[in-house]
């Protein structure tokens, strides 16, 4: 877009006070980028967040029904699980993997959803800003501790 | 005072509502569920005192109810995931909803069961 350079008022309202030896101020548009603006802090973040929670869901279906169906419902339900139980499963890279994969999409799932509902209901900056912390270290906690279960599981601890 | 201005909410509020509050059950549950599993690595013997516990009549309740909140969790989060991605989701949401209802209370009462029937025979004796 060319800009007018011979009159900023159009001949209706009257004489320009502006021509080419005199020509109007430049108006920087408002929400143009300048040096000084703050480097822009918006990412994607909440859209793959959003993302994450379908496609971890879909898997988390499956992962989290099976568990369910083999701890609680086959072969006895939960009377029959134990340390000789788990030792018998860990015993096998299938399950292992079966289990990582669970905990840390459960609790990246998890977690992530009580990231919105501390979002929506926690209205105070410092209120909201310690919740998270919380929720963020029990979760780095709980994550690591069961990473580090699953791969240090000794079936002859004693 | 106007009569009836409460908003009442119907099926699509009220399925936000239950995925959130089962969500944030079953994130607890995780925690504590984590905790104990790393006995393991501490004994056999206090594993299995921690699992004796997930064996009683009341606990066993517990878990039923567990069962109730991750199945409704799980079928209703693929509920939401076909109103966002299906063309006509929100077009069918509500039969959605009353299709995840009918297939949770199908295997809610299949676990009727396999997880509270040792519970009863502990209680009521056999």
């Known amino acids: 877009m060319s800009i007018e350079t011979t009159g900023a008022v159009g001949p209706v309202e ?4 502006y021509d080419v030896d005199n020509p109007a101020p430049v108006i920087e548009p408002p929400r143009a980028r300048t040096k000084k603006t703050p480097k822009s802090t918006r990412t994607n973040f909440e859209l793959y967040g959003w993302l994450f929670m379908r ?9 989290v029904l099976f568990h369910l169906l083999i ?6 339900g939960v009377s029959k699980i134990g340390f000789a139980f788990v030792a018998g499963r860990w015993a ?13 999409l459960a609790m990246l799932h998890g977690a992530n959803g009580l ?25 780095v ?4 501790l069961g990473t580090l279960v699953i791969f240090t599981f000794d079936p002859n601890i004693r | 005072m106007p009569a009836g201005t409460l908003y009442r909410g119907r099926e699509g509020m009220w399925s936000w509502v239950a995925h959130r509050v089962t969500g944030v059950l079953i994130f607890f549950f995780l925690f504590v569920h984590v905790l104990d599993t790393a006995l393991v690595r501490v004994s056999p013997e206090a594993y299995d005192d921690v699992v004796a516990t997930y064996k009683t009549p009341l606990v066993a309740l517990l878990e039923y109810g567990l069962v109730a909140a991750i199945l409704f969790h799980a079928l209703n989060g693929l509920r939401v995931i076909a109103v966002d991605f299906w ?6 949401q509500k039969q959605m909803l009353w299709t995840v209802m009918g297939i ?23």
Do not use: C
């Not at chain 1, 009257?14 to 006070?17: H, I, L, M, T, Y």
């Not at chain 1, 701890?71 to 006895?76: K, M």
């Not at chain 1, 990231?115 to 979760?139: C, H, Q, S």
């Open chain 1, 141 to 144: 906690f709980t994550v690591l």
């Open chain 2, 104 to 126: 949770w209370i199908v295997l809610m009462a299949g676990a009727l069961y396999p997880v509270l029937g040792h519970a009863v025979r502990e209680v009521f004796g056999s």
């Open chain 2, 87 to 92: 063309s006509k989701g929100t077009r069918y």
């Open chain 1, 92 to 104: 096998s890279p299938f399950w292992q993997t079966w289990d990582l994969l669970m905990l840390w």
């Open chain 1, 115 to 139: 990231r919105t509902v501390i979002n929506d209901y926690a209205e105070r900056p410092n209120t909201r800003f310690w919740l998270k912390n919380l929720l963020y270290t029990a979760t």
């Open chain 1, 14 to 17: 009257g004489v320009s006070r």
């Open chain 1, 55 to 63: 496609l971890s869901g879909i898997v988390l279906v499956v992962l």
């Open chain 1, 71 to 76: 701890q609680l419902v086959l072969d006895g």
